[in-house]
């Protein structure tokens, strides 16, 4: 199953819990199946799961009338580089940590991740640049710890 | 720490995490199986009703041909062969032997009385086949036109209904119904002129009583 992965990736550091990310990545995967009819043909593929994944996530989110914006706990890294990442990814607000998802571990252009979110383009940039920057403010301390 | 620096390690960090998509590819692969089942069986199911609907529309189209129009083929074919090209036949033009003789088949003599309310004018009459069916055939005219007359007393044929249909037979026009104790068809050469008659006669016959 094609993309799988990505999309499980993306959607444990979207949901609070393990098993609702593989909620959201199965009824992704079945909307994909039944709207596969919706796809265009030599379009990226990639970006229309995803586009489909954060749609099923937002509405989750407005029924449940919360948006996850705690630091995932389902991620368990093993490594301690790993962990501090993974500790700054989560303080990041949710939006930043989406945009940041998407360009940085998928690779998505800002256009790509701008079409996937429904997002001026120019949001998604900004939202970018605020993560780099919180996520280096957070990850300076222990940077210097390590050094010490 | 440059973007590009950043970027790698974060990039590096997540992608090195282990993932395990092997319980969600299995319950959706299961989803779509399951889904697919319920989608077959509505298609058998779907495909099955309108297979019965088709059935049902070609019986009833059968029934409806064999019945009525061979009905009104058969009393066209009569009216063209003994009024239009005036075969010899006997006839009777007296109204007592006439309705004597519709009696005896079971066809009240009221009714061929009450028909002659409607401003035709009765002429002639006798027996005739239609379908290996005995049938009275009575004549009447209206305005120089001749019109053909079949009654016959409702017995264990299929209805077709107490309301006037029309047909056309080649040149002939046929209308039919039924009354509670006759089967009427009625024939002219004119368009609509015998369904104009038989909804005349459906009006008189059906008020007879029964």
């Not at chain 1, 799961?49 to 749609?55: A, K, P, S, V």
């Not at chain 1, 940085?104 to 939202?127: K, Q």
């Not at chain 2, 282990?18 to 319950?27: I, Q």
């Amino acid at each position: 199953m094609p993309h799988l992965a990505a999309l499980l990736r993306v959607a444990r550091r979207l949901t609070p819990e393990p098993a609702s990310a593989e909620d959201l990545v199965q009824e992704t995967m079945l909307l994909a199946w039944r709207g596969f009819r919706g796809f265009q043909t030599g379009t990226n593929a990639r970006a229309w799961l995803f586009r489909i994944m954060f749609n099923v996530f937002h509405g989750q989110a407005r029924r449940e009338l919360r948006v996850p914006d705690l630091p995932s706990r389902g991620v368990r890294p093993m490594l301690q580089e790993a962990a501090e990442i993974a500790e700054a990814l989560g303080a990041l607000s949710l939006e930043q940590r989406t945009v940041l998802l998407l360009c940085v571990v998928e690779g998505f252009t800002c256009r790509e991740a701008a079409g996937i979110l429904d997002l001026p383009m120019g949001t998604v940039m900004s939202r970018l640049s605020r993560a780099r920057q919180e996520l280096r403010e957070s990850l300076a301390p222990m940077a210097k710890e390590a050094y010490r | 720490m440059t973007d590009d620096e950043l970027d790698q390690r974060v990039r590096a960090s997540i992608l090195s995490e282990e993932l395990d998509t092997s319980r969600v590819a299995a319950a959706v692969r299961s989803q779509i199986q399951t889904q697919r089942r319920h989608v077959r069986g509505w298609a058998v199911a779907a495909a099955a009703l309108i297979a019965m609907v088709l059935a049902a529309g070609f019986s009833y189209r059968t029934f409806r041909r064999e019945q009525t129009p061979q009905l009104c083929v058969a009393a066209a074919q009569d009216h063209e062969r003994e009024i239009v090209n005036g075969e010899p036949r006997q006839w009777l033009s007296d109204l007592t032997a006439i309705q004597s003789l519709g009696a005896k088949q079971g066809v009240p003599a009221s009714a061929i009385a009450a028909l002659g309310t409607t401003g035709y004018s009765l002429e002639r009459g006798r027996l005739c086949f239609l379908k290996k069916q005995i049938y009275l055939h009575l004549v009447y005219v209206k305005d120089g036109t001749e019109y053909s007359v079949f009654l016959r007393p409702l017995t264990n044929e299929a209805p077709f209904g107490h309301s006037v249909r029309e047909v056309s037979v080649g040149a002939e026009d046929s209308a039919y119904f039924q009354t509670t104790r006759l089967t009427a068809v009625f024939v002219a050469g004119h368009s609509h002129a015998a369904a104009a008659f038989a909804r005349a006669g459906a009006r008189v016959l059906q008020g007879l009583p029964s």
